[in-house]
Every structure is written in C-alpha cells, then in structure tokens.
C-alpha cells in the first residue's frame, strides 16, 4: 500500500460545483502539503500544514480550502471549482526532521468543464 | 526573488547514453538541494539530496554535483535506461526561518531505443 494514498485519482466537474480531494498518510509525518502541477510551471503550493491545529497559505491559495482532521489526513476542497483549476494536484508529507525531502501521493487529476 | 531555472526543458537521448541536467538558482542561503525523479502520472521521487557543502552525490547512475561558487547543481544519468524517461525537478529548502522550497519547471527526458 502506498505511504501517502490521494482519492481520487481522477475527477471531471463542472464549473461551479463543490469538490473535494482526500489525502491520507500513514509515514507518521506531521508536516502536509497540497501542490497543483501545470504543465510548464512546475509544482506550486497551494496550502500546508504542519500539525493538526496548522494551516498555512502558500502562493496560491484563492480558491482554495483545507482541513487537517487528523495527523494522517489532509483534504483540499474547492468550494466553487472553476475551468482555470484544471490541473494535476499532489498531496506531499515531510517528517518533522526538515530534511526537504517531499513524500508525494500518486496525484489526483481534476478537470473543470 | 528566489528563483530555481533548469534546462533544457526536454531532452532526447538514445538508450545507453549520458546525459546531464542543469539547475541554475538564486535561493541563498539554503540547505539543501534535491533532485527528484517523476515518472508520468505519478508523485515525485527524490534521487539525490545535498548540503550546501557537499559538491557531489551519487546514486546509482544518477550523479548530482553542486557549484555554490556559480549557484549550479547537475544531474548527470550515465548509461541511460528506457526507464529514466522521466521529468526531473531541482528543489531547494532556503536557509531562512520560513524554510520555503523552491521548484523548479523541470526538464523531461525521453530515452528511444
């Protein structure tokens, strides 16, 4: 079983609707993050968390919502998705260590029609 | 503004041979620099991690190097695979109190037989 698991994997909506992307973990981390990938722009961070009483904004945060229930879970929601949110999205845990080094889920692909 | 620049932004080689990636940056100070393989439609994987001391790290056939001097770090694949054909992501931790990371756009590799 995979260490950081998204769900799902694959979602089309329509604009204007309410979605939700789950990610949980079980590598015990308690730093998570949520990243939207874009071809030709990388990976860009949405919001992160490094407890459970922890939420951040990162670069990109309009739009966009979070919820830490749990150590092990992290969901992104949008409550009004639009086109422009169309994209590859990647839930991330770290270890408290700060090493740098990002443990990614297999990502959840989202279309906005 | 701390920025992370690879190149090329792809690349095509034939199987069995070498290549290298390059990553100029700004971000300083930092305290590491990654590299990270991501294969389609999967999460990134980290290759390679280095301190800002450090001038190289291998693993495997992947070799990374890092020139504090010029602010450069590459990624040389030797004996290249069919299974190296992959996007590949040069990430810095900088050395702040906010400990942000720094993505940069990738270059993806192809590998023909």
């Known amino acids: 079983d995979a260490d950081v698991t998204q769900t799902p994997r694959n979602r089309i909506t329509k604009t204007g609707k309410r979605i939700m992307l789950e990610c949980s973990q079980t590598?015990?981390?308690?730093?998570m993050y949520w990243y939207r990938q874009d071809p030709g722009l990388g990976l860009r961070l949405i919001y992160y968390?490094?407890?459970?009483?922890?939420?951040n904004k990162g670069e990109i945060s309009d739009g966009y919502s979070v919820s830490r229930q749990a150590q092990a879970k992290f969901s992104l929601s949008l409550e009004s998705a639009i086109p422009n949110q169309t994209a590859l999205y990647f839930c991330?845990?770290?270890?408290?260590?700060?090493?740098?080094?990002?443990?990614f889920g297999e990502g959840s692909r989202l279309t906005v029609l | 503004k701390n920025q992370v620049e690879q190149s090329p932004q792809s690349l095509i080689i034939l199987e069995g041979k070498n290549c290298t990636l390059q990553?100029?940056?700004?971000?300083?100070?930092?305290?590491?620099l990654r590299w990270y393989k991501q294969d389609t439609g999967r999460g990134p994987v980290s290759l390679t991690i280095?301190?800002?001391?450090?001038n190289t790290k291998s693993n495997g056939r992947y070799t990374a190097t890092l020139d504090a001097d010029t602010k450069q770090s590459s990624l040389h694949i030797t004996a290249s695979q069919l299974s190296d054909s992959a996007s590949y992501i040069c990430?810095?931790?900088?050395?702040?109190?906010?400990?942000?990371?720094?993505f940069g756009t990738g270059t993806r590799l192809t590998v023909i037989p």
């Open positions: 991330a845990t770290e270890s408290r260590a700060n090493t740098g080094e990002l443990f």
């Open positions: 590598k015990g981390h308690d730093r």
């Open positions: 968390s490094f407890d459970v009483k922890d939420i």
């Open positions: 990553c100029n940056y700004t971000v300083s100070p930092f305290s590491n």
């Open positions: 280095m301190t800002f001391s450090e």
């Open positions: 990430v810095i931790r900088e050395q702040t109190g906010a400990n942000n990371l720094f």
